[in-house]
């Protein structure tokens, strides 16, 4: 399955070439502006499908994944290392990516970076409802801390809550399935519509684009693995194991979210 899949991400990538490189050739600048409008619309629409499940997504997992330990003194220590984690990796992530760009976004990106009181501030939500609905996952993952804490701490009493969001979490990882099978399309259209207009020529400028990226993300990966290991020691394989999957479905879906 996963072999095909990639097979069929491939085939729409080189589709996508083809396509986009036969409205360039064939039609005038405002008919291949046209053509690129229709492709984007489509891309436009898997990037709101992947919006849609984000959020959803981080609050069911983490309310259930917490709500299920047991001991209260676990569940704070874990609450608490997992939230010192989450800013750190964001920060560094931050940081990896202002030295991966222009000397101009860098100073504006650093300046921004140095507001730390309005960074904490931010994390704080004014509603649950608000946070979902704009997609402000910091906040959404403050909520599902104190939420988890609170099923767990609360044990038979909240365990109806627990089985909901157990069965919620189930529903919205079939939901990113899905919408994950969606992707070649857009890949598809993405690569025709970028083509279409641009050209050949635009690949140079999005191959820089994606090397610096995966750049960047190998060594944010690195310099993860190795705080790790400095914590985690000869468990570090283990942990790595238990949450490639769900790392697999934390890239493909923060990728487009970037987007």
């Known amino acids: 399955m996963k072999k095909s899949f990639l097979g069929l991400v491939i085939i729409a990538m080189v589709g996508g070439l083809a396509a986009g490189l036969f409205v360039h050739s064939t ?8 053509w690129a409008g229709y ?25 259930s994944g917490i709500g299920h330990i047991e001991k209260a003194s676990t569940v704070g220590r874990i609450g608490t290392k997992a939230m010192i984690w989450f800013v750190a990796a964001s920060f560094c992530a931050l940081v990896i990516g202002l030295l991966t760009v222009k000397e101009t976004a860098l100073d504006a990106g650093v300046g921004r970076a140095q507001d730390l009181a309005a960074f904490f501030e931010h994390l704080i939500l004014a509603s649950i409802v608000d946070a979902l609905g704009k997609n402000e996952i910091l906040q959404v993952v403050v909520f599902s801390l104190f939420a988890g804490i609170a099923i767990s701490s609360l044990g038979v009493h909240a365990k109806n809550v627990l089985n909901l969001m157990d069965e919620g979490a189930a529903v919205v990882l079939k939901i990113t399935t899905y919408v994950m099978m969606s992707s070649p399309i857009a890949i598809f259209a993405a690569v025709a519509g970028a083509i279409s ?37 000869d468990r570090t394989l283990g942990v790595i194991r238990a949450i490639w999957s769900p790392a697999l479905i934390a890239f493909s879906t923060s990728t487009s979210e970037a987007a």
């Open 197 to 233: 207009v641009q050209g050949i020529g635009i690949l140079v400028t999005y191959g820089k684009l994606v090397g610096d990226f995966y750049l960047a993300l190998i060594v944010l990966i690195g310099f993860m693995i190795f705080a790790a290991s400095w914590v985690l020691r």
């Open 39 to 63: 492709f984007n619309q489509v891309t436009s629409i898997f990037l709101r499908l992947i919006k849609m499940i984000i959020a959803p997504l981080v609050l069911t997992t983490l309310v």
């Open 27 to 34: 039609n005038s600048h405002s008919g291949a502006l046209q």
